[in-house]
């Protein structure tokens, strides 16, 4: 599922509005060692972009 949710947010990176609804199923999806991963590899790859949605999202993780 983790890989499927990467491959998803990929995807949709290019519209803000997708990629913060696509991020919201992927949170409510993952167990907690698939929510660490996902969330360093956001990080990663997306900060630049939507640093401040993904504070938003991963705040309590």
């Known amino acids: 599922m ?3 949710a990467k491959s998803i947010l ?3 990176s290019f519209d803000r509005r ?3 609804k696509e ?3 992927a949170i409510a999806l993952l167990v907690e060692h698939e929510l660490n991963m ?3 590899w956001c990080y ?3 900060s630049s ?3 401040d949605v993904l504070n938003k999202h991963f705040q309590t993780i």
Do not use: A, G
């Open 2 to 4: 983790l890989d499927y």
């Open 10 to 12: 990929s995807k949709v």
């Open 18 to 20: 997708l990629f913060e």
């Open 23 to 25: 991020l919201t199923k």
């Open 38 to 40: 996902l969330k360093e």
């Open 44 to 46: 990663r790859n997306f």
């Open 49 to 51: 972009k939507y640093r």
